[in-house]
């Protein structure tokens, strides 16, 4: 596979209190990017936990250097999930043919322009939204921040990812709604594939993928900007892409679904406690969420290649 040009990634750390559904999940998505790039450095935000002091300095000097967190910065963190500013993880290593790097740094939680600046600014390639434990049905005052740099990312067309919550972030940013049910969803089933899914890339040689659903919020209206890739039963809006003024497709996919739930990282978190064995009896069916990060970093590695 030829290497592309290192790659800088804006990753949005909404679950790092769960080890294996955050940092685990986040390096499923990561190593295939680490396969298709020279070089990989990733920027963790985790803007739930930061200080209002920390988000201060960081949107006053938002076209200086990137200001690093140290645990201080992030006061209400989740010590069940130690926190680490320069995280290492030797699998994604060895995933990537040149240096990974990780750092943890603060969020301006700014208005769009000001994040446009601020990727900008940084030199930001792809920006990804993970899941969280929080609901955007029940709004909390950071979740503004990480909706602007949403949508700064979608005005610079910047190849975004948004998963579950940030699925949902994603599509309420741009001006859907979303709503929260009257209860959880857990369950693997098969994306039914829209006349446009079935073409797009991100579900690329899968024909009807099978997908690992876990969430109680629904998107139950899309934005103007976003066109539905695929659904299921429980959830009409459970794929789309957002699309330009002139409609044209855009790098950036929300999706409902949990791409980056591995079978290991569900049967590592039994062990760990942190969810039940009868709990994980709703995931036991292999899913395509391996295939579909694969595509999109196919994606990211045809733009930047």
């Not at 600046?117 to 939204?129: A, E, G, Q």
């Not at 739930?261 to 039940?276: M, T, Y």
Request: hydrophobic content about 45%; charged content about 20%; proline content about 4%.
């Amino acid at each position: 596979m030829a290497m592309a040009r290192g790659l800088r990634v804006v990753l949005l750390d909404l679950l790092v209190e769960r080890a294996e559904f955050g940092h685990g999940g986040n390096m499923e998505i990561l190593f295939p990017l680490a396969e298709r790039f020279s070089t990989l450095e990733v920027l963790l935000l985790t803007p739930q936990f930061q200080s209002d002091d920390i988000g201060l300095r960081a949107t006053q000097q938002v076209n200086s250097e990137l200001i690093k967190l140290v645990k201080a910065d992030v006061p209400t963190w989740d010590d069940d999930f130690p926190f680490v500013a320069i995280p290492t993880d030797s699998e994604l290593q060895q995933a990537c043919a040149g240096e990974v790097t990780m750092q943890r740094v603060a969020l301006p939680p700014a208005d769009t322009i000001t994040l446009k600046k601020w990727l900008t600014s940084n030199s930001v390639d792809v920006v990804i939204c993970t899941g969280s434990r929080r609901n955007v049905s029940i709004w909390e005052p950071w979740m503004e921040g990480v909706a602007s740099i949403l949508r700064a990312a979608v005005a610079l067309e910047l190849p975004t990812l948004g998963i579950c919550f940030g699925h949902q972030l994603l599509c309420q940013a741009l001006g859907g709604d979303v709503v929260r049910s009257q209860s959880r969803t857990d369950l693997v089933v098969e994306l039914q594939l829209s006349e446009v899914g079935h073409s797009d890339e991100i579900f690329a040689n899968l024909g009807s993928p099978v997908c690992l659903f876990t969430h109680q919020d629904h998107v139950v209206e899309l934005p103007k900007q976003a066109v539905v890739l695929g659904s299921t039963d429980h959830n009409s809006l459970a794929s789309v892409r957002i699309i330009d003024e002139q409609e044209g497709y855009l790098p950036i996919w929300g999706l409902q679904f949990h791409p980056e739930a591995a079978k290991d990282r569900i049967e590592r978190s039994v062990r760990l406690g942190h969810i039940s064995a009868e709990e994980a009896k709703a995931f036991e069916r292999e899913h395509d969420g391996a295939a579909i990060l694969a595509n999109f970093a196919t994606v990211v590695a045809k733009i930047y290649n």
